[in-house]
């Protein structure tokens, strides 16, 4: 099930959201620095 989730880039704070499937392993880029230290920010249940 595709969709969008929150990411983080680890290297200058910037959070933005990005197309994701789970189990689909792919290289994410920070469109701010272009690091590739990118982490998806999971979403807290209520």
């Known amino acids: 099930m595709a969709g969008e ?12 959201m990005l197309p994701f499937t789970p189990g689909v392993t792919e290289e994410r880029t920070c ?6 230290s990118v982490r ?4 807290k249940k209520d």
Request: charged share 25%; net charge positive; proline share 5%.
């Open 5 to 16: 989730a929150k990411f983080t880039c680890l290297r200058c704070g910037c959070d933005f």
């Open 31 to 36: 469109p701010k620095c272009m690091s590739n």
């Open 40 to 43: 998806r920010v999971k979403q």
